[in-house]
């Protein structure tokens, strides 16, 4: 394991995914290949001295060489989202190291079990790395995207997972929306339960090996959920956030 | 490194003086990070055990547990994904207290905490020792929820919060330091929040592993 230092990357585009989240390019000078779900730790630096540090996942695929995409949510009165929101332009110099964290990652083997992703909120950014790596590793293992949003302006990455499973049938694409639903929608819209995860793990031939992440709640009540549909714990791998962050 | 390079217009938000480790920010309500399901342990299955090099294990039942002298616990407490949140409020059992219970092999100097759900994670025997650590049961006055551990969890305030294990189920005592399931996955073995011991590569004794880590 090469050691984990800083380095100064440098944002070379920042691309909005909804009103709150954008997506941030970064060109490292010391990029390492990482692990699709793994993250970076990111720190400011007053002029002061004081520091401050998030982690937040990676979502572009190792495929992508020499830079890191991380999509970060903007957290009311956050610290670090709120400076990166307004304080940062293209060209800017931000202090990063990773990639760092070996548990919750998808290795993308060609013999790896299907897929299973649930995701809620900007939850989706590390399952967004696994299909993208997925994508470029060429494994056609089925996968199923799980993705809880409240209202449509809040679906991260749309058109590129729409895209996504128009052209690969072995992904499928499971929209649901909590609050508010497009009009005619014909898809779930209520909050993730126990029978809507039957029905998605009903649609496995071969039991899937599940990635689940997104707020404390969603977290807990689907893995409780993919228990209840009969899957083994050790399937089932979590990362949680909570309301705070910054 | 600070002084170098720092970030144009970027202001601190935080009005607290309370110190904070490096890297760390103040929260007030109380984030889980877990690595998989929460395991459910009816208070009837519980058990709580030390053993490994013991003269002679030891295990209480829930009813025997809660009835050891109780102490209450006000620590601030450091997770190592960068929260930190003070003055928190418990209720538990020293570690103290227990290990007044077994004789200790002299060759016991590392710690393994296995918990319920199949979590580990490895502290130095001394690291639990004189009012450092305690097994909690109760949070803000009421049980410990299932979530953040219960129903009861290792606490030991001083090192990140991943080596205050959850669901802890007993302590294993060993001569020889043990990774746990965090410590595998890269993090540190020791964990102190005021040197920033996060993961493997900021482990102080690292120079002199590299060779044979490598």
Sequence with gaps: MSKVTWQLGTVVSIVPETPHVKTFTLKLPNWTPHLAGQHYDLRLTAEGGYQAERSYSIASPP???????????????????GYLFEG???????????????????RGLPDAPPLLLVGGGSGVVPLMAMLRHRQGVGVRTPAVLLFSVRTPDEVIYQAEL?????????????LDYTRQAPASWAGYQRRIDAAMLAEVVG???????????????????????????????????????????? | MAG?????????????????????????DFPVLTAGPTP??????????????????????????NKLPQQDFNPDIHCVT?????????????????????????????????????????LPLADLLDG????????????????????????????????????????????????????????????????????DTDDEDLASDSNIRL
């Design chain 1, 162 to 174: 729409e895209a996504m499973a128009q052209a690969d049938p072995t992904f499928t694409l499971l």
């Design chain 1, 63 to 81: 495929e992508q060489v020499g830079e890191i995409a991380l999509t970060i949510e903007l957290v009311s009165d956050g610290e670090v989202s």
């Design chain 2, 132 to 199: 450092k650590a305690f097994i909690g049961h109760t949070f803000e006055s009421q049980p410990l929820a299932p979530e953040h551990g219960g129903p009861a969890r290792l606490v030991v305030p001083h090192l990140y919060f991943w080596k205050s294990a959850k669901w802890i189920q007993g302590l294993r005592f060993v001569a020889d330091d043990e990774p746990g399931f965090w410590e595998r996955a890269g993090y540190s073995m020791y964990g102190d929040p005021w040197k920033e011991q996060r993961y």
């Design chain 1, 203 to 246: 649609r496995f031939a071969t039991p899937p090996q599940c990635f689940v992440c997104g707020p404390t709640g969603l977290v807990e009540s689907v893995a409780n959920g993919l228990q209840a549909a009969g899957l083994p714990p050790e399937s089932i791998l979590t990362e949680r956030f909570g309301p705070t962050g910054g």
């Design chain 2, 4 to 28: 170098f390079f720092s970030n144009k217009g970027f202001q601190p938000k935080r009005a607290s003086n309370h110190k904070l480790p490096p890297g760390q920010y103040e929260t007030t």
């Design chain 2, 82 to 122: 960068k929260w930190s949140k003070f003055d928190t409020h418990w209720r538990g059992v020293s570690l103290d207290t227990l290990l007044a219970q077994v004789k200790l092999k002299p060759e016991a100097k590392y710690v393994v905490a296995y918990c319920y759900g199949g979590y580990t994670t490895n």
């Design chain 1, 88 to 106: 940062v332009g293209v060209g800017d110099e931000l202090e990063l190291r990773g990639p760092i964290g070996g548990y919750f990652v998808w």
């Design chain 2, 40 to 65: 459910r342990i009816p208070l009837t299955q519980w058990s709580f055990s030390l053993e490994g090099l013991v003269e002679e294990p030891i295990t209480w039942s829930w009813e025997e547990f």
